[in-house]
C-alpha cells in the first residue's frame, strides 16, 4: 500500500509502499476514503524536520540536556547510536480519515466490518491507503455525512475542544485569532453555541470567508499595518472587551497572546489550542486577572497510551467530553447542518498526487486551507514487500543462518541491527513489524530482502532459519511458540514470559521441537561479566554478590508497567540480574525476599526495590533497584566477595579485580553490556559451535522474577518453584503471576 512518510533526520517527504499494518489488539483495520492534510500543524512537523541538527537541538534543549547526561554515563557511542535511531525514524504525516472497516480485532464489540467510520490520531489515522486505528480513536460516520466531511472529525474534535476549554456560554463575545481550516471550523461551533464572534487573521480572504460562515466582523491582522484591532473588539463589545478568547494561529512569536490579552475583558478567559509563543505580560495578565489554559488536542485521552494505544475509554459519568466523544459530537453537527466543511475544502488530490500537495502546503501562496487526499477502492493484500533481491541461491551456503527480525523498536534499530548489520557471515531475510512502514525503512537501512507487518508470513519462510523476536512482552510467549513449531531457531528479547502458565507452555514447546532458543540476558556475554566468571571458578566457598541498578523512573502510564503488555519491571527489566547472579555463581536462586518503598519520586511499589536472593551454592545475591535517584549517576554497579577477594564491574565500563594484595583493573572507552558478544553466540549455537544455556536456567530467572512479585505483595521471603509446580498451583488458584 501506499503511504506518506517523512524522514525526521533529513525532512525528505516520500510516497512509500510499504506493507499493510497489522491489527491492533484493541482496535480496527480501515480502508481509507479520504484523508484531511491539517496544513497549519503538517507543516510546523515539516519546517522541525527540515532543520540541521543544530536547528533542532535549538528547538528541543530538553532533549539535548537528556543527550548530553547519557554520555556523561553510557560513552558517546552508545548515545550516538541511540539518538540517531531516534532520528532516523520514518514519521507517517496525517492524522485525521474516513473509510471503511475491513477488519476487526476480536476483543471489539462495537465495530464491524463494514462500517463507515472516521479516525483520528498521530500514527494512526495517517495518509495512507490502509490504516491500524484503536477502537477509542475511532466513531461511525452519521447518516447524510459524506467520507470528505468526515475525514474532518479529527480536526473538528480539536476545535470544540478548544472551545469547550474556553468555558463559553450563551450571548459571550469570543474572539478568534487565527482563522485557518481549525479556526474556521470553531467559528461555526461557536455561532452554532449562541455565541457572537470576532475573527482575527492575516489574511482578507479568510477573514471574508469567515463572515460567510456565521462570524458577525472580523479584523486582518498585517506584520507591519496594524489595524486597531483593540478598538474594533471594544467597539463590538460595547467597550466591555472579549469575554473568550481562543487562539488557533501558528506563530513563532508573542504577539497573538499579547493581543489576546490586549483585547480580553477583566477575568476573561484565553485558551490557546494553537503552536504560539507564550512569554507573557504578567502585568497585564494581573491586571486583568485573565485565566489562560493550553487545551491538548482533541481532548481527554489524547497522549494517554492507556487510551490512545490500549483502547481504555474514561467512563462517561466521570470524563463527559473525551476526543472519541467530542469526533462524534462534531459529526453530529456536520449531520445536522450546525457545521459545514464545503466552503472550507480549497484542494483535493489523489494519494499518489500527495507530494504535489504537499509542496503546496510547505510553499504556501495556494489559498490552501482543506486540502484532501483520497484513496481507490481495491483488494488488500497482506503479502511481504520487497526490498532488494535476494543475495544468494535457494540453497544458500551451508551453515549460514538466514535470519528473520520481528519487531524493530529503538533498543532493536539502536543496538541490535547495528550489529546485526556488520555480521558477514549471515544473510538477513526479512523484517516484520505491526505499522509495517518502519519494517520498510529498516529493511532499506539494514539489508534485508523483504519486509511484512505478518509474523505468520516470516515464520512460513522455509528459508528463513533464525528469528529474533524483540516485540513487546506480552508478544514473546505467542512469537517464541509459533517459531519453535516452524523448526525455527529462536532468540527473544526478555522477559521469556509474564506469567507461570505461559513460561510452562515455552519450556514445553521448546522441549517438543529442536530449535536453539536463547533470551536475550546480554550481561552474561560482557567481557567483564566473563573475566568476574573465571576468576570465580576457583572460589572454595560460597559467595556475596550485590548488585545497585539506578533504573530511572518510568512514566506510570508506560506499557512496561502494564501487568498485561509488560508485567511491570521486576518482570521485565530485574530479570537481567538475576541472570547475571546466576552465570556469575553457576547456581540458581531457591528463595526470594523482596521489600520496597513508596512516595515522593517513587512511581511504583517495585520501582525502589530490595532483593535478597538466597543461592543453591549457599552464595547469596542482593540487588538494589531504584528509581528515584539521577540519571546522571552511572546506571549500573556489580560488586562480588568471596575467598579473601573481591570484583567491582562499574556500568560496564571498567573493573577492577582485588585479590592477594594485587589489583587487576579493565576499561573501556564505551560501555560493553554483551550485545555483540550475545548474538555472536546466538548464531554460534545454530551452526552448533557453541553450547546452548539450558533451559532449565532460562525458566529459573523468569520463575524468581515471580517470587519476588509475590514477595513484594506477602512482605514474606518466598521459595522460587519449578515451572511445573508453578503452573499448576496458578490453575487451580494458587498463587502465581
Known amino acids: 500500500m501506499k503511504q506518506v512518510l517523512q524522514s525526521y533526520k533529513t525532512g525528505d517527504l516520500t510516497l512509500d509502499e510499504v506493507p499493510v499494518p497489522a491489527l491492533r489488539a484493541n482496535g480496527v483495520l480501515v480502508q481509507n476514503v479520504t484523508s484531511l492534510v491539517s496544513v497549519g500543524t503538517e507543516k510546523l512537523m515539516m519546517d522541525l524536520a527540515k532543520?540541521?541538527?543544530?536547528?533542532?537541538?535549538?528547538?528541543?534543549?530538553?532533549?539535548?540536556?537528556?543527550?548530553?547526561?547519557?554520555?556523561k554515563v553510557d560513552g558517546i557511542r552508545e548515545t550516538y547510536r541511540a539518538a540517531m535511531g531516534r532520528l532516523d525514524t520514518p514519521v507517517p504525516l496525517g492524522y485525521s480519515c474516513a473509510g471503511h472497516v475491513i477488519?476487526?480485532?476480536?476483543?471489539?464489540?462495537?465495530?464491524?466490518?463494514?462500517?463507515?467510520?472516521?479516525?483520528?490520531?498521530?500514527?494512526?489515522?495517517?495518509?495512507?491507503?490502509?490504516?491500524?486505528?484503536?477502537?477509542?480513536?475511532?466513531?461511525?460516520?452519521?447518516?447524510?455525512?459524506?467520507?470528505?466531511?468526515?475525514?474532518?472529525?479529527?480536526?473538528?474534535?480539536?476545535?470544540?475542544?478548544?472551545?469547550?476549554?474556553?468555558?463559553?456560554?450563551?450571548?459571550?463575545?469570543?474572539?478568534?485569532?487565527?482563522?485557518?481550516?481549525?479556526?474556521?471550523?470553531?467559528?461555526?461551533?461557536?455561532?452554532?453555541?449562541?455565541?457572537?464572534?470576532?475573527?482575527?487573521?492575516?489574511?482578507?480572504?479568510k477573514v471574508e470567508l469567515a463572515r460567510g460562515l456565521g462570524m458577525e466582523q472580523g479584523a486582518v491582522l498585517a506584520d507591519n499595518d496594524n489595524e486597531d484591532v483593540p478598538g474594533q473588539v471594544r467597539a463590538w463589545s460595547d467597550g466591555s472587551g472579549a469575554d473568550a478568547v481562543i487562539i488557533f494561529a501558528g506563530a513563532n512569536s508573542s504577539q497573538p497572546i499579547e493581543l489576546a490579552a490586549e483585547v480580553a475583558r477583566q477575568g476573561a478567559r484565553l485558551a490557546v489550542p494553537g503552536m504560539v509563543d507564550l512569554k507573557l505580560d504578567r502585568r497585564q495578565f494581573f491586571d486583568k486577572e485573565l485565566k489562560l489554559i493550553v487545551p491538548r488536542s482533541a481532548g481527554p485521552g489524547i497522549y494517554d497510551p492507556q487510551y490512545e494505544e490500549m483502547g481504555r475509554d474514561y467512563p462517561?459519568?466521570?470524563?463527559?467530553?473525551?476526543?472519541?466523544?467530542?469526533?462524534?459530537?462534531?459529526?453530529?453537527?456536520?449531520?445536522?447542518?450546525?457545521?459545514?466543511?464545503?466552503?472550507?475544502?480549497?484542494?483535493?488530490?489523489?494519494?499518489?498526487?500527495?507530494?504535489?500537495?504537499?509542496?503546496?502546503?510547505?510553499?504556501?501562496?495556494?489559498?490552501?486551507?482543506?486540502?484532501?487526499?483520497?484513496?481507490?477502492?481495491?483488494?488488500?493484500?497482506?503479502?511481504?514487500?520487497?526490498?532488494?533481491?535476494?543475495?544468494?541461491?535457494?540453497?544458500?551456503?551451508?551453515?549460514?543462518?538466514?535470519?528473520?527480525?520481528?519487531?524493530?523498536?529503538?533498543?532493536?534499530?539502536?543496538?541490535?541491527?547495528?550489529?546485526?548489520?556488520k555480521m558477514g557471515d549471515i544473510e538477513l531475510c526479512g523484517v516484520v513489524t505491526a505499522s509495517g512502514y518502519t519494517a520498510r525503512h529498516v529493511a532499506e537501512r539494514n539489508g534485508f530482502q523483504y519486509c511484512g507487518s505478518d509474523y505468520q508470513e516470516l515464520l512460513d519462510d522455509h528459508n528463513v532459519d533464525s528469528v529474533l523476536i524483540t516485540t513487546r512482552h506480552d508478544l514473546h510467549v505467542p512469537m517464541t511458540i509459533a517459531a519453535l513449531e516452524k523448526g525455527k531457531h529462536v532468540f527473544v528479547e526478555k522477559p521469556l514470559a509474564t506469567t507461570a502458565d505461559t513460561l510452562a507452555q515455552v519450556v514445553q514447546a521448546h522441549e517438543n521441537h529442536n530449535g536453539h532458543l536463547m533470551v536475550g540476558f546480554n550481561r552474561r556475554y560482557s567481557p567483564f561479566s566473563v573475566r568476574a566468571r573465571q576468576a570465580l571458578e576457583t572460589r572454595k566457598g560460597p559467595a556475596i554478590v550485590h548488585m545497585r541498578v539506578n533504573a530511572g523512573p518510568v512514566p506510570p502510564e508506560s506499557w512496561?508497567?502494564?501487568?498485561?503488555?509488560?508485567?511491570?519491571?521486576?518482570?521485565?527489566?530485574?530479570?537481567?540480574?538475576?541472570?547475571?547472579?546466576?552465570?556469575?555463581?553457576?547456581?540458581?536462586?531457591?528463595?526470594?525476599?523482596?521489600?520496597?518503598?513508596?512516595?515522593?519520586?517513587?512511581?511504583?511499589?517495585?520501582?525502589?526495590?530490595?532483593?535478597?536472593?538466597?543461592?543453591?551454592?549457599?552464595?547469596?545475591?542482593?540487588?538494589?533497584?531504584?528509581s528515584m535517584s539521577d540519571r546522571a549517576f552511572p546506571r549500573e554497579r556489580v560488586e562480588i566477595f568471596w575467598d579473601g577477594a573481591v570484583c567491582a564491574i562499574d556500568n560496564f565500563k571498567q573493573m577492577s579485580i582485588v585479590k592477594g594484595g594485587k589489583t587487576e583493573r579493565t576499561k573501556r572507552w564505551n560501555l560493553d553490556r554483551g550485545h555483540k558478544a550475545e548474538l555472536e553466540a546466538f548464531f554460534g549455537m545454530v551452526r552448533g559451535e557453541v553450547a546452548s544455556v539450558p533451559m532449565?536456567?532460562?525458566?529459573?530467572?523468569?520463575?524468581?522474577?515471580?517470587?519476588?512479585?509475590?514477595?513484594?505483595?506477602?512482605?514474606?521471603?518466598?521459595?522460587?518453584?519449578?515451572?511445573s509446580r508453578s503452573a499448576s498451583a496458578l490453575s487451580s488458584g494458587g498463587n502465581g503471576q
Open 51 to 71: 532543520k540541521s541538527l543544530l536547528g533542532k537541538a535549538r528547538s528541543r534543549p530538553d532533549l539535548v540536556r537528556q543527550v548530553i547526561n547519557k554520555a
Open 103 to 205: 477488519e476487526v480485532a476480536t476483543a471489539v464489540d462495537d465495530f464491524q466490518v463494514g462500517d463507515s467510520v472516521a479516525c483520528f490520531g498521530a500514527s494512526q489515522a495517517s495518509h495512507s491507503e490502509v490504516v491500524s486505528v484503536t477502537r477509542s480513536l475511532a466513531v461511525k460516520i452519521p447518516e447524510g455525512v459524506g467520507f470528505e466531511a468526515a475525514a474532518f472529525a479529527g480536526v473538528g474534535a480539536i476545535a470544540l475542544h478548544g472551545v469547550r476549554t474556553a468555558e463559553i456560554q450563551l450571548g459571550d463575545r469570543v474572539v478568534v485569532i487565527g482563522l485557518g481550516l481549525i479556526g474556521l471550523i470553531a467559528v461555526q461551533i461557536l455561532q452554532g453555541a449562541g455565541a457572537h464572534v470576532f475573527g482575527v487573521d492575516i489574511s482578507l480572504d
Open 316 to 421: 462517561l459519568p466521570y470524563v463527559r467530553w473525551t476526543a472519541q466523544r467530542n469526533m462524534d459530537e462534531f459529526l453530529r453537527m456536520v449531520a445536522n447542518g450546525k457545521v459545514s466543511v464545503d466552503p472550507i475544502i480549497t484542494h483535493r488530490y489523489a494519494i499518489e498526487e500527495a507530494l504535489q500537495a504537499y509542496d503546496l502546503v510547505y510553499k504556501g501562496g495556494g489559498g490552501h486551507i482543506g486540502v484532501l487526499l483520497s484513496y481507490q477502492a481495491k483488494p488488500v493484500s497482506r503479502a511481504t514487500v520487497a526490498v532488494k533481491p535476494a543475495t544468494k541461491s535457494a540453497g544458500h551456503t551451508a551453515g549460514t543462518p538466514q535470519v528473520g527480525l520481528i519487531g524493530a523498536g529503538l533498543f532493536t534499530k539502536s543496538i541490535l541491527l547495528p550489529i546485526l548489520k
Open 560 to 626: 512496561v508497567l502494564d501487568p498485561v503488555e509488560g508485567g511491570g519491571r521486576i518482570i521485565g527489566e530485574m530479570c537481567h540480574f538475576v541472570d547475571l547472579a546466576q552465570y556469575l555463581l553457576g547456581a540458581n536462586p531457591i528463595r526470594a525476599y523482596a521489600r520496597s518503598v513508596s512516595g515522593d519520586g517513587a512511581a511504583t511499589t517495585d520501582d525502589n526495590v530490595v532483593v535478597t536472593l538466597d543461592m543453591s551454592d549457599g552464595s547469596t545475591t542482593s540487588i538494589v533497584y531504584v
Open 696 to 723: 532449565a536456567d532460562y525458566a529459573a530467572t523468569t520463575m524468581t522474577t515471580f517470587a519476588i512479585v509475590e514477595s513484594l505483595k506477602s512482605g514474606m521471603p518466598v521459595e522460587v518453584q519449578s515451572v
